[in-house]
Every structure is written in C-alpha cells, then in structure tokens.
C-alpha cells in the first residue's frame, strides 16, 4: 500500500470499466472492497480523507454480540452479531481478543435478572460462545476488580465478548483488499455522479494532494459514507429523503490504574438508560459512552461538557478511586450512523443498530447503520443485493473463511497488530538499533514502526500516523504532542516531504490533539 504507487497506478487506468466503485474508507466500505476484490470483481475504492477517519477508528473497541439488544427485543441481531464475532476473531486473531467482563450486582433481584439474562445471552451465542457466564461472590469479585466500590456489592456477573483495535482493522482490511487486487485511494473527493440516460455511469473525483481531477467509470456505485450518506444521496438527487440520525457517542481514556485489575466492567443501567463500560485496552482504559442525537455531521465531533461529566460520574459511582477531568488522557467522540426509523422518533439509544441496504432510482445503491461487529455480513449481502439487482454477474462470496493477514502472527509481541508487518519492523531494527528506540518513554511507539508505515499503509498526514497507524492520540493525547516533531521527520525522510511541510503538520497535529485533551 504505496500511496504514490497507487495514484500512478490509477491514472494509467483512467479509461478503465469498473465492476465496482465504493464510496467511503471506514468499516463499512472496506468490508465492501474486500468482500468485491476476493469475488474477482474490479473494485476501486475512494476515501475523502484517511481510512476510518470517522466513526470507524473511534468505538468502544468491542467486537460484541450486544448483551443490551437483548433488552430491545431484536434477538436476530444478537445471534447474527455473535456469529460475525466468532468470525472476526477466527479471521483477524492479531487485532482481536477474548475479553472477561464483570457486571456488579448490588441487590438479590439483579444477580438474578443478569445472571438469568447473561445465561440466554449464551444460549444464543450457541457453540460460538466466548465463555460462559456465570456468579461471582462479593470476595471473588473484588479479587477481580479491587478498585471497585465494595458497598453494598453482593457479586458480579461474570461474561466474555470481542474486542479488538479497530483502525488498525481498518488499515488491515485495505491491505487485504490491495492483496486481492482491489484498488483504493485515500485523500480522494468524490464530487459528481457520471450519469447516461439518468442511471449512473461512474463518479467524478479530486485527488485531495495533487489538486488532480479523475472520472471513473462504472455501472455500479456504492454509498458506503457512513454519517455522511445523506450528503452522497443528495448529489445524486436533491430531493432525497434523509436515512441517517447521527448520534455521538463519547470515550474517555484513564490510566489502567482506575481499573485495577485485567477484567472489564459493564454497568447495565446509567442515569440515561445505557450501557457503561470500563475496558482495559493496550495499557490504558477505555470508558463510555454516551448516546446524544445530533443534527450537524463532522470529520472531528467535539465532546460536550455534559458527556465528559456524565462518564466522570457514572464511573465514580462504581469505583474507589473517583476519575476527575484531570485525569484523562483522552476524550474522543465519534458519530454512529444510525439507519432512521420514521416510526422510532424516541431517543438514539432505542434505534436499532441494524443496517439497511437502498437503491436509488438512477441505481446509487446505498449502505447505512450497521456496527463493526457485523461489517462482513454486512458487505456480503450489500454485494449479494447488487447481483440480485443485475448489475454485477453471480460469484461467491469467500470472506468467512478469509484471513485477513498473514497465517503466521504471534499474539505474544506487541508488534503483532502489524500482521505480516511486525517481522518487517524487527528486521529494521536488528538492521538498525537505534530504530527500536521508543520516540517518547509514554509511548510504546519506535522509530521502525513509523519508518515501515510509511512505507507500506499510505499515511498523508501526520495525523493519520499518530491516531490511526498508530493509536499514540486515542491512549495518550498530551504525550501523541511530544511525538510530532520525531514522526514528522521521519514521514519527510521517507516520503520526500520538505521542512515547510513538517512545520506545518507538527502545528495542525498540535491544534486537532489538544481537541482531545
């Protein structure tokens, strides 16, 4: 994945038919691409800004089977999210994990309502069940989770569900889609439908770097922009009806001391009616979130004050230690592209999380809502649709068995979320030693993993490297800052960039980081 190399690439192809064009690089789309490219099909895929840019880099981190859909009745989608889980975790073992969860009860009636609700939540995970659940007493509870609060607790209820690191999924995924000779193109503005006798024919595009104009043509574009659908469906026809309520979901990011011990809380019922959870992810924790409609979409959504106080509160509720706004090393919001429900005007949080698959009269088909959990099957019946629909021939689709880097991955090193990658990076530094040198003592981060992303997954920003290459911003905001100058030099070094650039990106990296502070 040589950004350089692929707009070479592209522009040779100019007069090229494409079986498929994508519009949109988060989870969605690239599922897409990757679905597409492993069917044979000539798939180009164009991003407006950086893969999973949006909502896709900024979850709860959980590949799960959504314990709380139960609640909502939608037991179809707990079964199918429980049977991609398993998948996701067969396929992707570098960037996914089996995680324990305890539910704290403090009363008799709640260790039997979750403990008979956590029971069928297994029941309906079948033989892909991550682990049973079961009662925990208040001593073995607290032996789990020693910092929580001990009054009143009659025990925990313990379960398990995925989790994962979901941009480097992302950056996973476009290499998978590249590998099976796929095409894909972040910084790339897809600005105008082709159109011949009212159906599409192709997109208009601008190469986001190089200020450059492209026509692709195809007989067959997807919509896959996530919050950002109803903006693609209006340039296809102004009088389009709106499909999405976007709703903001906030995280903040605490030292793992907050939580004290390796297994992960879900606190069942908030003031707000939703589900808070305290994660333990890399060497950090991650709490949230919150559920607030919004009625303006953005690349960067800011957290509200009232977001930042409610997970501060709902946490302190439930633990010894009580976490102050002093305590955060990062808050990031990201926008769930809800799929609207005309006959569902309630709040956000009472949305079903399913997906649903349109095609416009001019033959825009168009993907909105769904979750990362279940982004496979999602792509699978959204390429199923456009066969069904005529536009492309009949071929199976392969991706429940596809493995989406290398065979041979070690979950032991920490440089295992790389895949194929991590032996390139330690080859780089037994070469050079100086480049295994961490670039700040906050952060894990060397000098070789910058050098061989630059080289091998198509940062263009600054930013793309500290908060989706690597997760430097998303664990630790601040100490991402002092990165900067070294990853900005490196990135010159490597991709021929000059002084003015590296001033440049250290100032806008310095401006979006302190967003998250």
């Known amino acids: 994945m040589n950004r350089k190399n692929i707009t ?36 180009l895929l164009l991003e407006q800004s950086d893969f999973a840019k949006g ?9 799960h089977g959504g314990v709380r859909y139960m609640a909502q009745g939608d037991l179809l989608l707990v079964m199918e999210a429980c049977r991609e889980r398993g998948v996701l975790l067969k396929n992707a073992p570098h960037l996914t994990y089996n995680q324990e969860f305890v539910i704290p009860v403090y009363s008799y009636f709640d260790v039997l309502k979750y403990t008979a609700g956590l029971k069928f939540y297994d029941l309906l995970a079948g033989r892909l069940s991550m682990g049973k659940s079961y009662f925990l007493n208040r001593e073995k509870t607290l032996a789990r989770l020693p910092l929580l609060k001990a009054d009143g607790l009659k025990g925990g209820i313990v379960y398990h569900d995925g989790q994962f690191d979901d941009s480097r999924l992302a950056i996973t995924l476009a290499g998978a889609c590249v590998r099976n000779g796929g095409y894909l193109l972040n910084y ?17 595009a601008t190469n986001n770097a190089s200020g450059r104009e492209y026509s692709f043509n195809s007989d067959l574009v997807i919509n896959a922009t996530g919050v950002f659908a ?56 991650v709490v949230g979130t919150t559920d607030t ?11 509200l004050g009232k977001e930042i106080d409610f997970i501060l509160k709902t946490a302190g509720d439930y633990l010894v230690r009580k976490p102050e706004r002093k ?93 194929r990658g991590a032996a390139e990076i330690q080859k780089l530094i037994a070469e050079n030693p100086e480049l295994g040198i961490r670039i700040v003592p906050a952060l894990p981060y060397t000098r070789a993993e910058i050098v061989w992303i630059c080289r091998n997954e198509m940062p263009f920003n600054l930013e793309d490297i500290l908060a989706r290459r690597t997760r430097a911003l998303f664990l630790n905001a601040r100490a991402s800052i002092q990165m900067a100058s070294e990853t900005a030099a490196i990135m ?9 650039w590296q001033q440049k990106q250290i100032m806008e990296y310095t401006q979006l980081a302190l967003n998250y502070t």
């Not at 909502?55 to 590949?63: A, M």
């Not at 790339?188 to 208009?204: A, M």
């Not at 010159?492 to 003015?500: C, P, R, S, V």
């Open 188 to 204: 790339c503005t897809v600005t105008g439908f082709l159109k011949e006798g009212g159906k599409i024919s192709g997109v208009k």
């Open 327 to 419: 305590d955060v090393l990062c808050i990031f919001a990201g926008l769930r592209p809800l799929a609207a429900d005309n006959n569902n005007k309630g709040n956000t949080k009472e949305v079903s999380r399913r997906h649903r698959i349109t095609v416009s009269r001019s033959g825009l088909l168009s993907i909105v809502g769904g979750k990362w959990t279940t982004y496979r099957m999602m792509a699978e019946e959204t390429i199923d649709t456009a066969i069904n629909k005529g536009f492309l021939e009949k071929r199976e689709c392969v991706t429940r068995d596809l493995r989406l880097d290398t065979e041979d991955v070690s979950t032991t090193d920490r440089l295992h979320v790389y895949g």
């Open 492 to 500: 010159a070094a490597e991709l021929g960039n000059d002084t003015e």
């Open 293 to 303: 409609p919004l009625n303006e979409v953005s690349l960067e959504p800011k957290a």
């Open 55 to 63: 909502t896709s880099s900024r979850s709860t981190k959980l590949v």
């Open 8 to 43: 070479q690439e592209l522009e040779s192809l100019s007069a090229t038919k494409w079986d498929i064009i994508v519009i949109g690089g988060g989870a969605t789309g690239l599922g897409i691409a990757v679905d597409s490219a492993t069917r044979g099909y000539k798939i």
């Open 230 to 285: 109803d903006k693609i469906a209006v340039m296809d026809d102004p009088g389009s009806t709106p499909s999405i309520r976007p709703s903001q979901g906030v995280h903040l990011v605490l030292d793992r001391s907050f939580l004290g011990g390796s297994s992960a809380i879900m606190i069942p019922k908030t003031d707000d009616g939703r589900v808070l959870f305290a994660i333990p992810w890399y060497d950090e924790v």
